[in-house]
Each structure stands twice: as structure tokens, then as C-alpha cells.
């Protein structure tokens, strides 16, 4: 569920006063429900409907003994989503509770009623003016596959004939978030640009809504009102117009961008409704979960099968043969091949020294052309194990170390405590909820990827202390 992470991860350093405003609308607190992983969904559910708060005692005999780690993440999660609260209370039992705002939302987003108009209000278009959902998709293909040419077509390979390609603020959008950047006039796909493209297209509309988001108060738009719109879009329907007559300004404002996108169709700025793509209605959900660059947007259209079969075929003497005719993948492929030879149904080329080195230069590493050729394996291939040839695997590793010296983490240093005792707590508790990256128990330091826990965690025990 890569792209539940990706939206959780900017949820989770938005203020408490951005959650109570969020968790007003029950569509956001339905979104969010939807988004979590079945764990989290069952603490959830567990305390939904209870009116008293839940024991901690209670909860822990619901966990295995070895699964510890994953409830304490789960429980931080919650937390960090202002979802959870923990009631300490002296002479009771430490319990936890749901927060109001959001245990309201989502009892009546189950349940229904009120008039919120949190789910959209639908536009009553006359029928010879509606656009079916066959439009719907070319539209929605068409405006995302543009963008996704524009980052593999700025190699100067793969680039159709013909296409305008994404709109000035996409191509902006897509620079500011580091998934291409500028030589000369010329963009260039980014190690980050790369990861991009392997993830599944539900994650890839999240990346691109998250930069969205962080640049939302540049563009003098309300934050809150954008986020509470994009989990709207998730709950609509595919073959239905609503009606803008609800929406904010800033919401209104987001159509163009979000037509730009793919997300939804409008004909012009002067219409009443809008329509959601089906990159919208899946926004929310898993349904668009397919690994592949060009074919995963096939299997999230509904479109044939076909496309979503593996198409390459890599031999132990590093020539390289793929099976389509798209010119996304070819361009994909030509980031890190030498493409030598194409067909109306077939490309085929070498992997070379050369052309792994231009790849990284770009910033796309070794592991990430391994996982991509891996995911786009022919079945003939997937026969063997491994499914790739092990010799071209570890050449291509080791043509990367070459110029390979250090890789950074980014993180915060606990270091300076007085005693082993007073370092091991908190040490433990970063590798319990896995944020946890080096630890030096000789020096008494530690390494962490994320502080806010560890810090609470640092604050209650100096708390309990001076009690």
C-alpha cells in the first residue's frame, strides 16, 4: 500500500487544529478509514462504537506476543493522526479513546444521514449532454500518460508525435517535487523520477497530489479545503456529474489543476459539474495497485489483460528483447538500454556499461532497473528461478559501485545520556516502533529516522520521574 504511505506521511505532519477541521467532514474520516491498513482498521472499529475508553490491558491481550513491534507502530500511527488518544489518569488504568471529530465523522459516514453534502451533490445533466465512462478513461489515459511521457521523453528517446504533453503547471509541479530537472532548457527524469514510474498509478497520483498539497498555500489556496476535496473524489461515482454549487472557492479553483491531471473532466471553466476520472474514484482504495508503468493504467482502465503480462527478455549475454509496442515502455527501457533494432511489436537492444552508467548519472540506481525488469519479466522467464540472469544482475551492481562512495540518511542523533539505563529505554522504544537506523551501545548513542515519538517517549519518563 504504497500510496496509503505517501498520503499518511503528509498527514502526519500537518497541526492538530488542520485534523479537528479535516475530521469535520465525514467523507475525509471515511477516506482515511479506507486507506488504513486491516490492523489499524480494527483498533479502529474496536472503539468506534464503545462508549467507555478501551484498557490498554484489553487491547494487549488481543496482540500475539511476537507482533508487539507492529501494534506499538500501529497504536504511533493513530496517534500521529490525531485519530487516537491516550487518557493517563492517576489512580486508573491508562485507556485509549477515538477523538471526537473523527469518531463522529466516521459513525456517520457509515451510517448516514445529515446535510453535509460531504459525499458531493449530483448535477442532473440532460442526457444527450452526458459523456459516457469509455470518454471518461480515453480522457483520463490520455491526460496522465502525457505526463508520464513527458518525464521518459525529456532522454530524448520515446517522445510521440503529435502530443503537446502536460500543462506549464504540471511541468512545474513536476520539477519542484524533484522528479525532473533542468539542463539547459531540456528536463531530465530523476533518481526520484525513476522511482516514480515503478510505483503502481494510484501511488504516482498521490506523489503528484502530495507536491499539489505542499505548494497548496503558494497558490493562496486553504490547505484543509484541498485535502478535504481530494478524499471527497474518492468516495464519488464514476458515471455521475456533480455539482460545483457546494464546493469552496479553493475547490473550485482546483478543477483546472485537477483536469490537468487526469482526475477529473470539466468542458470549460464556465460549466456547472464536473465529472470524476476513475483516477479519482480510486483514490481512496487499492483499486489501481498494479506495479506496472503503461499496463498497470490498462488494469486500472479495465482495459484487456494484455497489458499487464510481463514483455521482457533478458539473456545471460545481456541482449534485451520487450514485446510492445507502447512507446511509454520503449522509452523506459531506452533510460537504460542501448535499443538497437524495433519492430512493430518488439524492440530490441543491450545492456551495456555505458548505457547503466548514463542511467546512473541520472540517479537511477542498480535496484531500481533490477526491480523493473523483474516486475516486467516475460512468463518464460518467470519460469526460472531466479527470473533474471544472475550474472547480469550482479554486473549491473557492480558497474553502480564503481562510482559508488556513501549513502545518506537523513535522521536525528540521541546521544549524551547519563547512564545505560537512561539510554536503553528510549533506544528500545525507537526499535520497537521501527524507526530505529544505528545504535552505538558502547557510546550511547542511537540514530533515528523520525523524533517526535522518541522525544514523547523522553518527555513521559523525565514526567514520571519528577512525580
Known amino acids: 500500500m504504497a500510496s496509503s504511505l505517501r498520503s499518511f506521511e503528509y498527514l502526519e505532519q500537518l497541526p492538530g487544529t488542520t485534523f479537528r477541521r479535516l475530521y469535520q467532514q465525514p467523507s475525509t474520516a471515511l477516506a482515511i478509514f479506507r486507506r488504513m491498513l486491516p490492523h489499524l482498521g480494527n483498533f479502529v472499529m474496536a472503539m468506534l462504537y464503545n462508549p467507555k475508553p478501551l484498557p490498554t490491558a484489553d487491547l494487549e491481550s488481543w496482540v500475539r506476543l511476537d507482533s508487539k513491534r507492529e501494534k506499538e507502530q500501529a497504536l504511533a500511527l493513530l496517534s500521529r493522526l490525531h485519530i487516537l488518544t491516550v487518557l493517563s489518569e492517576p489512580g ?118 502530495v507536491f499539489y498539497l505542499e505548494n497548496a498555500e503558494g497558490l493562496n489556496m486553504d490547505s484543509v479545503d484541498v485535502l478535504s476535496f481530494l478524499f471527497m473524489l474518492g468516495s464519488l461515482e464514476l458515471d455521475q456529474d456533480y455539482s460545483l ?8 479553483q482546483m478543477l483546472h489543476d485537477l483536469r ?114 523483474s516486475t516486467h519479466a516475460h512468463p518464460q522467464m518467470r519460469k526460472s528461478t531466479p527470473i533474471l540472469p544472475p550474472t547480469v544482475v550482479d554486473q549491473i551492481r557492480l558497474w553502480q559501485i564503481e562510482g559508488e562512495r556513501m549513502k545518506a540518511t537523513p535522521g536525528f542523533l540521541f546521544k549524551e545520556f547519563i547512564s545505560l539505563e537512561e539510554y536503553q529505554g528510549p533506544c528500545t522504544y525507537a526499535e520497537e516502533i521501527g524507526v530505529l537506523v544505528w545504535k552505538n551501545d558502547t557510546k550511547r548513542m542511537f540514530f ?7 522525544a514523547a517517549y523522553l518527555r513521559t519518563r523525565t514526567n514520571k520521574k519528577g512525580l
Open 245 to 252: 454549487a457546494t464546493l469552496t472557492p479553493t475547490q473550485v
Open 448 to 454: 533515528v529516522t523520525r523524533h517526535e515519538q522518541v
Open 260 to 373: 490537468d491531471f487526469g482526475i477529473i473532466y470539466r468542458r470549460d471553466s464556465s460549466s456547472p459539474s464536473f465529472y470524476p476520472t476513475r483516477l479519482a474514484t480510486t483514490l481512496t482504495s487499492d483499486a489501481g495497485a498494479f506495479r506496472s508503468v503503461s499496463a498497470g493504467f490498462d488494469s486500472v482502465m479495465k482495459r484487456s489483460s494484455e497489458g499487464n503480462k510481463g514483455f521482457i527478455v533478458l539473456e545471460t549475454n545481456y541482449r534485451i528483447y520487450a514485446y510492445t509496442s507502447s512507446p511509454l515502455q520503449i522509452a523506459v527501457l531506452a533510460l537504460f538500454t542501448r535499443l538497437s533494432t524495433r519492430y512493430p511489436n518488439m524492440v530490441s537492444g543491450r545492456i551495456s556499461r555505458e548505457s547503466i552508467r548514463r542511467a546512473i548519472a541520472m540517479g537511477i540506481t542498480s535496484d531500481q532497473i533490477i526491480s523493473y525488469l
Open 92 to 209: 486508573k488504568p491508562q485507556a485509549l479513546k477515538l477523538t471526537n471529530p473523527f469518531a463522529k465523522s466516521l459513525r456517520l459516514a457509515l451510517t448516514g444521514g445529515g446535510k453535509h453534502h460531504s459525499f458531493g451533490v449530483p448535477y442532473n445533466t440532460p442526457p444527450n449532454q452526458r459523456v459516457d465512462i469509455n470518454f471518461l478513461d480515453t480522457f483520463a489515459r490520455s491526460q496522465w500518460e502525457s505526463i508520464l511521457h513527458y518525464m521518459v521523453g525529456s532522454t530524448g528517446v520515446g517522445a510521440q508525435a503529435g502530443t503537446t504533453g502536460p500543462s506549464p503547471g504540471v511541468k512545474k509541479l513536476l520539477e519542484v517535487g524533484g522528479l525532473v530537472e533542468m539542463k539547459g532548457r531540456k528536463p531530465e527524469i530523476t533518481q526520484a523520477g525513476f522511482a516514480f514510474l515503478l510505483q503502481e498509478v494510484n501511488a504516482q497520483v498521490w506523489t503528484l497530489l
